[in-house]
């Protein structure tokens, strides 16, 4: 599905990614762990495009995504949430979510399922971003960024700052993405979080691989977490 | 309809309706000033939409403002046109050059962009004045009362030009609204509100950002061509650095990013140098302070404030 191959690449100069490579299957969720400014959110944009690639290859099935200008990848079916949700505070619920629907084919029936996904999107669509609270907000970037109906979507921290139950909700739609076959690439911190929901974690240590295991492994050795996230 | 395009559509409906009944009951003077006003701020409207909407901060326009005024103008009198073809050659000049300088800024950003913008609109200044013979450089040229008719009607006849310049609002006002609440003007402002994140949803926001600039140079120029026909002028100074500043100012001052700012935001500098002009030589002194307290006391703009603290529903 999702495969980097010895991607490196960086902002200006300073290069973060060094031959980094994993891959990420339809209908499992793929954990990018590592420490803070270990390249996480670097990889992201490096897979969206936004961060041109010194060397390497990111592939989706047959495509070269990184071959691809940035706002081209996102049309292959790569949808992006990221970390802090930066809504379009001045749209509506309703108009961010439209503004997420690039390809307009199949467009209410993909509406009305994120709907269902998220309730509260309804209840609150006619209101503008930047006055829901932050489980709301999110919720909408999940939304919006599975308007494209994307085969591989990336989530960045997407729990950060919420509280429970909103932690309980946006992971019980993780699982319902990766359920329904996509593939689910998740930057998380919280380890009770990796530890029920990865099917396999890539760990990434200042910008290299240290290898990829499968959740199974995680949960049988809590260690690992240890050692790449410093918990 | 919801709540809130019922009171989208009353409140702006309502303006309009002002602007129309105004003509029957404005003393002489301003009647003449509101009429400028309309045409400043279909101007306004124009440079709002890439300021406000877009998020480019543009210090050249008055390049676009000036191609509508001597496109309009040029066309009267090298090529003998009428009014209102020469109107529309204005609009093409305008929106034609507005592609062309897109093309080339929008390769650059932020303070870039402001100074390359500047200096295009800085050279078409000095072509102006370079090909006096044509445009009579500094000193222009005046549009003679018998060429500014458009279908048997009297364009310097105060009463239509009035309503000329109301027309030419309300025709800027509506299509600008309907562009904004359209798909492409919410690409637009999620451009303005972060340009990483529509590009990462699939938009090509090179394209979208130069398709809000030739809009916006098209409506400038739209502005421009109908002051020179409706005020019989057309001069170099329209095209200065000024011209330039000046909607920037009136729609910071009204609030940039929403429907009603630049009208809001024309009307108080008018009327705020017209006024302080009578009261002392000094009046840009006033002029300032009061700039200054605004900025200050209501950093949004005029409908911004009003947008934040009372109408949240506000376009």
Redesign the interface.
């Known amino acids: 599905m999702l495969k980097l191959e010895a991607v490196n690449a960086g902002y200006g100069r300073a290069q973060v990614l060094r031959d980094v490579s994993f891959e990420a299957q339809a209908g499992e969720i793929t954990c990018l762990l590592g420490r803070n400014g270990a390249g996480k959110t670097t990889t992201m944009k490096a897979i969206m495009g936004v961060l041109p690639l010194m060397s390497g290859a990111v592939r989706l099935g047959k495509t070269v995504l990184s071959d691809l200008p940035a706002h081209v990848v996102p049309r292959h079916g790569v949808g992006y949430v990221p970390q802090g949700r930066r809504l379009f505070g001045d749209l509506t619920v309703g108009q961010n979510l439209e503004v997420g629907r690039f390809s307009q084919c199949e467009s209410e029936s993909t509406l009305e399922e994120i709907l269902q996904l998220f309730p509260r999107l309804r209840e609150r669509y006619a209101q503008r971003a930047n006055t829901l609270s932050g489980g709301e907000q999110q919720m909408l970037a999940m939304g919006r960024a599975l308007s494209l109906r994307p085969s591989v979507v990336l989530l960045d921290e997407p729990t950060e700052g919420l509280q429970p139950s909103m932690i309980a909700a946006i992971r019980d739609v993780t699982e319902t993405l990766r359920d329904q076959g996509v593939a689910v690439v998740l930057v998380e911190q919280r380890v009770e979080a990796i530890l029920a929901l990865a099917d396999r974690a890539a760990l990434l240590e200042n910008g290299r691989m240290r290898g990829v295991v499968s959740g199974e492994a995680l949960r049988d050795d809590p260690t690992i977490l240890a050692r790449h996230l410093g918990v | 309809m ?1 709540a ?1 395009l019922r009171k989208i559509i009353g409140l702006h409906g309502a303006v309009l309706v002002i602007l129309f009944a105004a003509q029957f009951f404005l003393p002489a003077y301003h009647h003449g000033n509101l009429a400028r006003i309309m045409v400043l701020a279909t101007y306004a409207m124009g440079y709002n939409l890439l300021f406000g909407y877009t998020g480019l901060l543009s210090l050249g326009h008055a390049l676009f403002f000036a191609a509508g005024l001597y496109g309009m103008g040029l066309g009267m009198t090298q090529f003998g046109l009428g009014a209102g073809a020469a109107v529309v050659l204005g609009v093409v000049a305008g929106a034609g050059i507005g592609a062309l300088i897109g093309a080339l800024a929008l390769r650059t950003e932020g303070v870039a962009f402001m100074i390359v913008t500047l200096m295009f609109a800085q050279a078409g200044y000095l072509i102006i004045l370079y090909f006096g013979s044509y445009t009579r450089g500094d000193e222009g040229f005046v549009i003679q009362q018998a060429d500014r008719l458009v279908a048997g009607l009297d364009l310097s006849d105060p009463t239509v030009r009035y309503f000329a310049a109301l027309s030419i609002f309300y025709a800027a006002f509506v299509v600008l609204m309907w562009v904004l609440r359209s ?1 492409f003007g ?2 637009l ?2 451009i ?3 340009e ?10 090179q394209r979208y950002k130069w398709g809000a600039v030739v809009l916006s140079a098209g409506v400038s120029a739209l502005a421009g061509a109908a002051y020179g026909v409706l005020f019989g002028y057309v001069g170099a100074s329209f095209a200065s650095v000024q011209y330039s500043i000046f909607p920037l100012l009136w729609v910071l001052l009204g609030g940039a ?1 929403t429907m009603l700012g630049p009208l809001v935001g024309t009307i108080f500098m008018f009327y705020l140098i017209d006024l302080s002009s009578g009261v002392t030589t000094a009046y840009m002194l006033i002029a300032g302070i009061v700039l200054v307290c605004l900025t200050l006391f209501a950093p949004q703009g005029l409908m911004g404030e009003l947008r934040n603290r009372f109408w ?1 529903w506000l376009p």
Not at chain 2, 196 to 205: F, P
């Open positions: 919801t809130d798909r919410h690409v402002i999620a303005r509100e972060n990483e994140r529509a590009m990462m949803l699939g938009y090509d926001v990013g949240r």
